[in-house]
């Protein structure tokens, strides 16, 4: 999967995540919620793992996981040519 494609699903899920944590704070004993939120959650940390494995930390708290401070080897935020569609 390419790198692009791959910090698009990252974002998807995490904004799902997110929104369904909102949800639940005013629903906190909606069952379905609930599963989806872990489904989702545990979907997220995998897609969040391979793409840290493959593309290096997607935050400055992953940088030091690899044995070296790798975060400053990808471009900053402003330096980005991620396409949005």
């Known amino acids: 999967m390419k790198r692009n494609q791959l910090l698009r699903q990252i974002q998807e899920y995490d904004f799902a995540v997110n929104e369904l944590t909102l949800y639940l704070d005013s629903h906190p004993t909606d069952a379905k919620a609930i599963e989806k939120h872990a489904a989702w959650s545990k979907d997220l940390e995998i897609l969040k ?37």
Do not use: Q
Not at 55 to 82: A, I, M, Q, Y
């Open 49 to 85: 793992l391979a793409y840290t494995k493959e593309f290096g930390p997607l935050t400055s708290c992953d940088g030091s996981k690899h044995g070296c401070w790798r975060w400053v080897n990808d471009p900053w935020p402003w330096e980005n040519t991620c396409e949005v569609k």
